[in-house]
T-cell receptor
């Protein structure tokens, strides 16, 4: 268990409202990622972080921002949610000494 | 950008049958990974492959890193109902920026008891 916790697990929000999803890790991993998963598209990278206050854009970053003010927390914010952002969001970390990523359990977000 | 072509998109098989799925790319990767995702959960790493030509097993699962480094396959022998889920391949590069794990779109496996 890589100690990754995503919150909330489920959220329904209205179009135009801001939403923040949280990813919390307990093992001091340097790299953290946010993905979205949609049918027919697989997993697409939104943003990633390579350290405190160090972040970069992924493939589908429009409409999303991130912040990492401390090692353990990586926040994903939708400034003004749209229906196209209805998706399942996964946080991931790069495990120490290993390859690939370890994923959290996901947040199912519905924008109505 | 880089893409992985994973096939088939979905499979409906009878319990006990063997399963084969594969991923191809126009790019070379240094590591190939196979993940399984159960409903309502995040993907979990099944097998990691680090060398061209490598064949690795994990129980009933066998995966191979293609000689050209542009493809990989995953076989599941004697499928059982708990094999149901979505299987993803992923290729990983070294060098460049992080966020360099490229995913296939997944193979959805359904197993009929």
């Amino acid at each position: 268990d890589a100690g990754i916790t995503q919150s909330p697990r489920h959220k329904v929000t209205e179009t135009g409202t801001p939403v923040t999803l949280r990813c919390h890790q307990t093992e001091n991993h340097r790299y953290m990622y946010w993905y979205r998963q949609d049918p027919g598209h697989g997993l697409r990278l939104i943003h990633y972080s390579y350290g405190v206050k160090d972040t970069d854009k992924g493939e589908v970053s429009d409409g999303y921002s991130v912040s990492r003010s401390k090692t353990e927390d990586f926040l994903l914010t939708l400034e003004s949610a749209t229906s196209s952002q209805t998706s399942v969001y996964f946080c991931a970390i790069t495990p120490r000494g290993g390859h690939g990523y370890t994923f959290g359990s996901g947040t199912r977000l519905t924008v109505v | 950008g880089q893409q992985l072509n994973q096939s088939p998109q979905s499979m409906f098989i009878q319990e006990g049958e063997d399963v084969s799925m594969n991923c191809t790319s126009s790019s070379i990767f240094n590591t190939w990974l196979w993940y399984k995702q159960d409903p309502g959960e995040g993907p979990v790493l099944l097998i990691a492959l680090y060398k061209a030509g490598e064949l690795t097993s994990n129980g009933r699962l066998t995966a191979q890193f293609g000689i050209t480094r542009k493809d990989s396959f995953l076989n599941i022998s004697a499928s059982i109902p708990s094999d149901v889920g979505i299987y993803f391949c992923a290729g990983q590069l070294y060098g460049g920026s992080q966020g360099n794990l490229i995913f296939g779109k997944g193979t959805k496996l359904s197993v009929k008891p």
